[in-house]
């Protein structure tokens, strides 16, 4: 069964540069979101296995669709993406839940070896 | 439709001129975290096609009427522009206070302003400019005004006439009432070949 993957930015480019660097041989289901408000309508809505979530966002930001994953208890694997490499905010985000930080711009090596580490493709 | 319009951005090169100067905002702020041992709040960059002789009140649109001070610094590469880097929301000793300065003189100050104007236009325009392949140089920063406000940064002579693009990006510090905000102006002529450029990151996608 193909994965359920949301990409999750407010810039249609920087979904598009994600979506683009995603390995090619990985069976998922793309689905897209441009805040964090429509994540949690879309994660609401049906499935959603793994989550690649930009930060810095209009209406609802990053930082809190973490939180209210968690405080929902909603469970998916939640990747960050952003283009704030500060030490600070990878450790912001790993504290509150998401399982790793990929920073802007995204390459397919980096982001095939962060899927690769957390057994979500072999 | 005049000529200056033509050169203005279409909405596909905004959006990919937005995302380069969000990943160059990030490499700035990153850069500036290290040195002030502070997180740094960044916004999502905003751009805009104005009139020059309406940056002066866009500066105070989005910098506000209160004093600031300023830095300019010129760059240089396939296209050409300024920064107009404003620090605003602060006193000047604050930010003497990050860089670990206990009692700042004036020059000190200045000083202090190039150098972090330096690190920050550094940083983001040359990520940008890697991101869209090109090079990029720049000319020494020079200061534009002290505790003066937004709108009396530029004078009217000296910002002719035409089209420009306006790009800001700004950083906050979260524990004080300190922020930056740094503007890219360009004039219509480089805003094409701007385009051009972002037309080819475009293609690559």
């Known amino acids: ?122 | 439709m005049t000529t200056a319009e033509n050169f203005d951005l279409n909405e596909d090169q905004r959006d990919a001129l937005q995302e380069i100067a969000n990943i160059g905002m990030g490499q700035a702020g990153s850069s500036i975290a290290k040195i002030w041992g502070e997180f740094v709040g960044l916004s999502i960059p905003r751009i805009a096609h104005i009139d020059r002789q309406s940056i002066p009140s866009m500066l105070t649109r989005f910098v506000g009427d209160l004093p600031v001070n300023a830095v300019r610094q010129a760059f240089h590469g396939q296209t050409r522009g300024e920064v107009v880097v404003v620090f605003s929301g602060g006193r000047g000793d604050q930010l003497a206070e990050l860089m670990g300065y206990e009692d700042a003189d004036s020059v000190e100050e200045q000083e202090l302003l190039l150098d972090v104007a330096n690190i920050l236009v550094g940083a983001c325009l040359g990520s940008v400019a890697e991101t869209l392949g090109t090079e990029i140089g720049f000319s020494a920063p020079s200061v534009m005004g002290m505790n003066v406000g937004a709108s009396q940064l530029m004078r009217a002579e000296e910002l002719g006439s035409g089209r420009a693009l306006f790009l800001e990006v700004r950083f906050t510090l979260e524990k004080k009432s300190f922020a930056s905000h740094l503007i890219v102006l360009m004039p219509v002529e480089e805003i094409r070949v701007l385009g051009q450029a972002l037309d080819k990151f475009l293609e690559s996608l």
């Open chain 1, 1 to 122: 069964m193909p994965v359920s993957v949301l990409v999750v930015d407010d810039s249609p480019i920087a979904r598009k540069m994600l979506i683009r660097a995603l390995p090619s041989n990985w069976d998922i289901e793309i689905a897209q979101a441009s805040n964090g408000l429509e994540a949690l309508t879309a994660y609401r809505a049906g499935k959603v296995d793994v989550m690649f979530l930009d930060l810095t966002m209009p209406e609802m930001d990053g930082y809190q669709v973490l939180e209210t994953l968690r405080k929902e208890d909603l469970n998916c694997l939640v990747i960050v993406v952003s283009a704030d490499v500060q030490a600070l905010a990878q450790e912001r985000v790993l504290s509150m839940g998401a399982i790793s930080f990929i920073r802007k711009p995204v390459t397919a090596e980096g982001l095939s070896d962060v899927l690769k580490k957390y057994g979500i493709i072999v």
